[in-house]
């Protein structure tokens, strides 16, 4: 075993290194090809569109709610006409802008949309508001059913937004820096996508004081 | 010794080392510990009540594979319920991974207010009006009339009954890996191994495979690739070796496989003595959420 081994040095020796070099080559390339973050960028790319995706069907199912509760507010409050018209047309409205995956891009029909959505919020705090001064309102297990959906479904369009907010501030590092940027703007094309500003939606939502 | 058992161990001991890194930053009213099903901070249920409740939640979990917990804060110290509720679930991981069937029923007492979170899972059971009424028909008239034990009860058995049925008692299954990231992991791993291993080798013959295959085993993430990987890069060191040699050695291969096991030995039983993964059998004791998601189902209510 001794003279084999000592035999073995000088090719064995010489060989490795030799090895050991394309290896390294390769582990590079590998490197290279993974540090570009071509996999990542497409990834991140599909989690804020699945998110957008989330926000969109949790605005929508408000919207679906919509018809019954301004129903049922009828039957207590049908003077509140005013009210009621400018639920309805806020929410046409929200439901006739519509930001698709691909047009997320726009931060001009990404505003739009928000704004549309942030209108209806309002519309819809002040509908709930004015239901306070109608005690038989209040007291109807429909009513109460509709506005236990209602703010289950902001909050889901809370957590929703706030999903979103962060996919896209993760997807926004990695087109803006080094060297992802590079594989985002010359492989694939990705820009940088609008986010949710809660300033203004906190302002455009703010119901108006009810004061007696 | 049984061989067979160390691949659940390394898991687990991944599973743990996971966990840790992903321990949720501070808010601003901090999620409590997960302690058992009941977490009273409150000291608002005699320890009767408490250890009842217990009982009949892991029995819940036992047969549906719903996981319900139950949160008594003494205030929300200014936080809003809903946030505060949605952080304390989202941290506690309720339902299962993928089925996300758990529920949550906060109380905050001086606050006043009630809410039942609810998992994706568990929405279309325990709708949002259905919370609701229970927070008003259930919980509310007894927390009215001073009575917080029986109120946490009543809501308890109303969640219960609401989802009994909703899903089967599932056969406790190890979570599914993601493979797509991983492929890369094995690769830079195996690579990792057959560099260094060749490194090794040029000084000591026999060691270069061994320390190669151990190594790649050591870097890659999860039992079945490390062992892949582990193998691979084993193999592969081995064969240069061979071919740069010229000397057939068939010992190597052998023994150096279960080499790498032995090397892997150390560190695959290194994990701790408690589940990440619920299913923590009877009792109350080593309780934890089984990776469920919550997206803001449920109701808010006061007294």
């Known amino acids: 075993m001794q003279s084999d081994a000592s035999f073995d040095r000088r090719p064995g020796r010489r060989v490795p290194l030799a090895g050991a070099a394309v290896v390294l080559g390769l582990v590079t390339l590998t490197g290279t090809v993974a540090g570009c973050g071509y996999n990542d960028l497409q990834g991140l790319d599909e989690d804020t569109k699945a998110a957008w995706s989330e926000v969109v069907n949790q605005y929508q199912r408000r919207a679906d709610l919509i018809p019954n509760l301004v129903e049922t507010v009828k039957g207590y409050a049908a003077h509140e006409k005013e009210t009621l018209e400018s639920v309805v047309a806020a929410r046409s409205k929200a439901t006739g802008v519509s930001v698709t995956p691909d047009t997320l891009k726009d931060p001009e029909s990404f505003r739009q949309y928000q704004e549309a959505q942030a209108g209806l919020t309002g519309a819809l705090g002040r509908l709930l508001a004015i239901a306070e001064n109608y005690p038989n309102l209040k007291a109807d297990q429909n009513f109460r059913d509709l506005q236990s959906q209602l703010e289950g479904t902001e909050n889901r369009i809370a957590v929703a937004r706030k999903r979103y907010i962060e996919r896209v501030a993760e997807y926004n590092k990695a087109v803006r820096f080094f060297p992802t940027n590079l594989t985002a703007r010359f492989l694939l094309g990705l820009q940088e996508r609008p986010n949710f500003t809660v300033a203004d939606e906190k302002a455009i939502a703010k119901p108006p004081e009810v004061k007696f | ?303």
């Open chain 2, 1 to 303: 010794m049984g061989r067979a058992s160390r691949p659940g161990w390394g898991l687990f001991a991944v599973v743990v080392l996971v966990l840790s890194i992903l321990v949720p930053p501070a808010g601003a009213l901090d999620v409590p510990p997960l302690t058992g099903r009941v977490v009273d901070l409150a000291g608002a249920l005699p320890s009767s009540v408490r250890e009842r409740l217990a009982d009949t939640l892991a029995e819940h979990e036992r047969t549906t594979g719903n996981q319900v917990a139950v949160l008594i804060v003494p205030s929300l110290e200014g936080e809003d319920l809903f946030t505060f509720s949605h952080r304390v679930a989202t941290t506690w991981r309720l339902g299962e991974k993928g089925t996300d069937n758990g529920a949550l029923l906060l109380v905050a007492l001086k606050d006043r207010k009630i809410r039942i979170e609810v998992g994706y899972g568990l929405e279309g059971a325990l709708t949002d009006a259905r919370s609701s009424q229970i927070i008003r028909h259930a919980i509310a008239p007894r927390f009215r009339a001073g009575d917080i034990p029986g109120g946490v009860t009543a809501g308890v058995e109303a969640i219960l009954q609401s989802i009994a049925g909703t899903y089967e008692a599932p056969t406790p299954a190890q979570p599914a890996a993601d493979h797509a990231g991983r492929v890369i992991d094995v690769l830079f791993a195996v690579m990792l191994g057959t560099v260094i291993g060749l490194v090794v080798s040029g000084f000591h013959r026999r060691l270069g495979p061994l320390v190669g295959g151990a190594l790649s085993f050591l870097a890659a993430p999860w039992v079945l690739p490390a062992l892949l990987s582990g193998g691979i890069a084993l193999a592969i060191v081995a064969w240069l070796r061979y071919r740069l040699d010229e000397v057939p050695s068939p010992t190597r291969r052998g023994r150096g496989g279960r080499r790498t096991l032995d090397d892997g030995w150390w560190y695959t039983t290194n994990g701790g003595g408690w589940s990440s993964d619920g299913y923590a059998g009877g009792g109350d004791l080593g309780f934890s959420g089984g990776g469920g998601d919550f997206g803001g189902g449920g109701a808010s209510g006061d007294w």
